[in-house]
């Protein structure tokens, strides 16, 4: 199918761009180099904070990393630096943004970030009013001249259509990376410098001596519809799970998993799915058991959100007594981790223990759970009507796209 490519900027002036919006949204990894108004980036330059009466010392390194000269620890941010220091000094004050904490050649580092941005501001102002607002702008006579150049240009795409083709042809995707899982025990207390897209390593019980709260059974059919789910679509997808939980023998069957068929920015029809949801949940005297998702290129360890986000639904399902509570379980689904060997996908059970009542600001740890898989004989209808249904649902999806495609060529 031939695909109309729009003009695309060049890598200087998308990299300008990107910059200047996370500037201007507050972005922290926003470093010294990019706001020196073309210096070189500097290397062991001296910083200094002054806080309360202290003073606190930093080597500027490369890439706006900053060493502190007291302890020779390296931060990743200004603001990480400045939190830091303050909490030195203050560890229940509530730490603020670290750029307007720092000295740079004596002058704040808010200022470097202002000058910036309106520098920026005012080129990108300019070059909209510099460029030409219609093609036929050089024929002043209001003579009709033949101009083969402008015909052919004429037969391009609008700029509207382009609009709309960014918005159903992929973008390429960047080579991938290689995503470091850090151990829980690096994390510390929460932080606004913390990247909640970072991976933690899950810890089985057994690793500290401890007894599983509760085990484990997950159907066959229902890792079945969730490798299905997740292999059919390459962006990041969820749902629900759906089984029984049996207070007396401490074991949790998942019996079922409920695709949740709507994207995950969609909210006008999120309410929807969610209704068709319980209500099969219902009909099949099913009840909540758990969640899954997928990493689609990465690794199956949780990432802080997703710890915070498990930590939030054991609450939610916990109840208000007992008799009331069940348990909630994370699943997680790598189907294309380019970091493994094997081709089949990796899945990975997960439950998140609280932070001691004396450490209340930690991150929760999230714990490898160990499961048993239970082999149904055969495949039941409401599995292969949900495949179904997905896959008509992806194939109606691609269908209209094809017919704006071709509606637009």
């Known amino acids: 199918m031939p695909v109309l490519a729009p003009t695309v900027p060049s890598s200087s002036n998308r990299r300008e761009q990107v910059i200047w919006t996370r500037l201007r949204l507050g972005h922290t990894s926003i470093t010294h180099r990019h706001l020196l108004f073309g210096e070189p ?69 808010d200022t470097y970030k202002n000058l910036w941005f309106r520098k920026h501001k005012q080129e990108q102002e300019n070059s909209q009013l510099s460029s030409p607002s219609t093609s036929n702008a050089n024929n002043k006579s209001g003579m009709h001249v033949d101009h083969p150049e402008e015909d052919k240009k004429s037969t391009t795409p609008k700029k509207w259509e382009i609009d709309k083709l960014q918005n159903i042809i992929p973008r390429p995707r960047p080579s991938p990376q290689k995503r470091i899982i850090v151990p829980h025990t690096v994390l510390g207390n929460r932080s606004f410098a913390h990247d909640l897209n970072t991976l933690v390593k899950c810890t089985p019980f057994s690793g500290l001596d401890r007894i599983q709260p509760f085990t484990v059974t997950i159907a066959t059919n229902c890792l079945l519809l969730v490798d299905f789910h997740c292999h059919i679509i390459k962006n990041e997808v969820v749902g629900y799970l759906g089984g029984n939980w049996d207070i007396a023998s ?92 094997a081709t089949e996908a990796d899945y990975l059970a997960y439950w998140v223990m609280p932070p001691p009542e004396h450490r209340p600001h930690e991150y929760g740890r999230p714990m490898q759970m160990i499961y048993s898989i239970a082999h149904d004989s055969f495949l039941t209808q409401d599995l292969l009507m949900e495949m179904v249904m997905y896959f008509l649902d992806m194939t109606l999806v691609t269908n209209n796209c094809k017919s704006f495609l071709n509606l637009l060529m």
């Open 250 to 341: 401490h074991n949790l069957a998942v019996l079922q998993a409920f695709p949740c068929r709507s994207g995950l920015g969609d909210k006008d029809s999120a309410a929807r799915v969610e209704d068709e949801i319980r209500r099969s949940l219902e009909r099949r005297h099913l009840s909540v058991v758990g969640w899954y998702h997928s990493h689609p290129t990465f690794p199956a360890q949780p990432t802080i959100k997703d710890v915070d986000s498990q930590m939030e639904y054991q609450i939610t399902m916990k109840g208000d007594s007992d008799s009331s509570y069940t348990p909630c379980l994370g699943l997680i689904c790598s189907p294309y981790d380019n970091q493994r060997p």
């Open 41 to 109: 980036p500097p290397y062991c330059e001296i910083c200094n904070i002054s806080l309360s009466g202290a003073k606190f010392v930093g080597d500027l390194l490369p890439g706006g990393k900053i060493r502190a000269q007291e302890t020779q620890k390296i931060f990743s941010s200004p603001s990480s630096w400045a939190i830091h220091c303050k909490k030195l000094l203050n560890p229940d004050k509530k730490s603020g943004c670290g750029w307007s904490s720092m000295r740079y050649k004596g002058k704040k580092l």
